[in-house]
């Protein structure tokens, strides 16, 4: 009970006049300003500061708009400080949230108590902390644990305790010397990924050396950071080069360990492997394993986060590739009924977009649009970024089968121009080789006058070559939403219905 005495003065001591808090429950008398503008954005989170001004105040005067400037910055500090009472029990969120939470809060009581000069409470509070990070391997929470513990038994002059301390503090900072190494050397190339196509290309050289050493520190402490900086670097390295069957074998026995108790249950998240595993059985063309996996994987991730968006497209991709159209625009009206498609960022807009205009070419009664909307889509995707990957290529293409299926031939020339302008430019490397290809199938329909019997038979060659060029790595990313293989059938079907020909 002494304790309990101690803690209610300090919180009475040092309470607040008003709490900086807000109050969720519906139909409270005296709302307040911060309140009533968090009910208009939960309700709209597209309004305007304008449309907000008007809704509080009645109109839009310089008076009132700066009197809402006030209330927005009132309700954001509130909310901050929501932020010490989220709950990350739902288990669709990643496993390790809710014990770090857990951790991070007690390490916060713990300094409070300590700002405070109440020691009774605090070794019980630093000891659970130092428990939970242990099982949870939080290296680094630990370490912090163990240096205010190592500080309260010299105060109280308790010997013993501080002699093990010390000694556990030791071993613990070991274990974080290793853990601050691997983070360094798995960022960097994190970064070198996220970079240039060049640098990708740079990373493929020195990764084998940062993967050894990350096995040696690993085979050192057995730590769970090492582990999963060491898993998601050796598929970084089958990515890049395109290994996508070995992706599938990591993954997998990432999965079977997990399965076996060989990883901590309170860090590893079956998600991202799942993630990947899909991805791979996508990039290496094992289509029907993918899509027997696709929705129970879906199924682990929440609707509300991106990561459910990013494994729908490769899910939607699946069945593009697959040929079930129906399918894929069953996912894509998903997709748009998903209430969190707003927090979409403009690039996943876009990919979006260009997906739903492939399949517009292939079912157009499945992608839900017009034709006119579809003509603008088109007109409107903008054209290959500075860094020459991801979805360039298949701009051009849609571009191209656009205007093909238009028999808008002054068009069509141009866009050949283009064809052979961004070949020569950003598709010289072998790894672009299925592009490469595909190009030159496309600028051979001009060639031969459009003619569907002459393509098919001279461009015969080319598509023998094209179905044996495995895609290549994420390294030369560019992705075919539709395999080019099927896209030459539509092609050689659009010169078939079309009035090209002189």
């Not at 900086?20 to 503008?37: D, I, W």
């Not at 900072?173 to 290793?178: Q, Y």
């Amino acid at each position: 009970m002494y304790e309990l005495n101690n803690l209610a003065k300090i919180v009475t001591k040092r309470r607040l006049p008003t709490l900086p808090l807000l109050s969720f429950g519906k139909g409270v008398k005296g709302r307040n300003r911060e309140e009533e503008l968090l009910d208009l954005l939960a309700s709209d989170s597209n309004v305007t500061g304008l449309q907000v001004t008007k809704a509080l105040y009645g109109n839009t005067s310089a008076k009132s708009q700066a009197a809402v400037r006030k209330i927005k910055q009132r309700l954001q500090h509130k909310l901050l400080n929501h932020l010490y009472f989220l709950d990350y029990s739902d288990p669709r969120h990643p496993v390790f949230l809710r014990h770090e939470q857990q951790c991070v809060g007690l390490l916060h009581q713990a300094h409070v108590l300590w700002w405070e000069s109440e020691r009774m409470v605090i070794a019980q509070l630093l000891r659970k902390a130092l428990r939970v990070a242990l099982e949870a391997e939080f290296t680094q929470h630990a370490v912090s644990s163990l240096e205010l513990l190592r500080r309260l038994y010299v105060e109280t002059n308790n010997f013993p305790q501080y002699r093990t301390t010390v000694r556990q503090l030791e071993r613990v900072r070991e274990t974080l010397a290793a853990e601050q190494e691997t983070l360094k050397l798995f960022w960097g190339a994190k970064m070198d990924l996220m970079r240039t196509v060049h640098a990708r290309r740079r990373l493929l050289q020195y990764l084998p050396s940062v993967i050894d050493r990350l096995e040696e520190l690993y085979q050192k402490t057995h730590s769970y950071t090492i582990y999963d900086s060491l898993l998601k670097l050796r598929l970084m390295q089958q990515e890049l080069p395109g290994n996508f069957d070995e992706i599938i074998r990591i993954t997998t026995e990432a999965e079977q360990q997990f399965a076996k108790g060989k990883l901590n249950r309170k860090r590893f998240d079956s998600r991202f492997t799942k993630y990947y595993s899909l991805y791979a059985h996508l990039r290496a063309r094992r289509l029907e394993e993918g899509l027997m996996l696709a929705e129970d994987y879906l199924k682990a991730f929440s609707r509300s986060t991106n990561n459910w968006f990013s494994m729908l497209e490769n899910y939607f991709l699946l069945t593009m590739h697959s040929g079930q159209y129906d399918r894929a625009g069953e996912l894509l009206r998903r997709m748009q009924q998903n209430p969190f498609v707003t927090k979409l960022t403009r690039p996943a807009i876009q990919r979006w977009e260009l997906m739903r205009a492939y399949l517009y070419f292939v079912r157009p009664d499945e992608a839900g649009l017009r034709p006119l909307h579809f003509a603008q889509l088109v007109q409107s995707v903008p054209d290959h970024s500075r860094d020459k990957r991801g979805y360039n290529v298949a701009i051009l293409i849609l571009q191209f089968l656009h205007y093909l299926q238009q028999n808008n031939a002054e068009a069509l020339l141009m866009r050949l121009e283009g064809l052979r302008k961004y070949e020569t430019a950003h598709l010289r490397d072998v790894s672009t080789l299925r592009s490469r290809l595909f190009f030159r199938l496309l600028q051979l329909t001009v060639k031969v006058d459009y003619d569907p019997v002459m393509c098919e038979e001279k461009g015969q060659a080319l598509l023998n070559r094209l179905r044996d060029t495995p895609p290549p790595g994420e390294a030369y990313s560019d992705i075919e939403i539709i395999p080019y293989e099927s896209l030459w059938v539509i092609t050689l079907e659009l010169l078939r219905n079309g009035k090209l020909r002189s």
